[in-house]
């Protein structure tokens, strides 16, 4: 699993599968367009909902459970990257959101 920065999965969108597992109330606050919200909680129940053939850049609020659950991915026969920073940086960078 790789730490990739928030420039990077916002050039690689189109590529790549964006899954945001924070909670419902988090991403009230905004979301990357176009990424897929799981909560990490539900991930299990619901991986049939990611391409095994597309790679996977996790984010979270700040990196963290993002970092979990890429290595979870991972072992599970995904290729998946966390995003470092969060939805923190990306919003702080000003980068696009949607709610």
Do not use: K
């Not at 990077?8 to 990424?35: C, H, K, T, W």
């Amino acid at each position: 699993m790789a730490g990739i920065t928030i420039h990077e999965a916002n050039s690689r969108r189109d590529q790549a599968q964006i899954l945001d597992v924070r909670e419902d109330f988090e991403v009230a606050e905004g979301m990357i367009p176009g990424a897929l919200h799981i909560p990490m909680g539900h991930l299990m129940s619901r991986l049939e909902e990611l391409d095994r053939e597309r790679p996977v850049i996790v984010v979270c609020r700040s990196g963290n459970r993002s970092a979990r659950v890429a290595e979870a991915l991972n072992t599970a026969g995904y290729t998946a990257d966390t995003m470092d920073g969060g939805m923190f940086d990306w919003q702080d960078a000003g980068l696009p959101t949607t709610r």
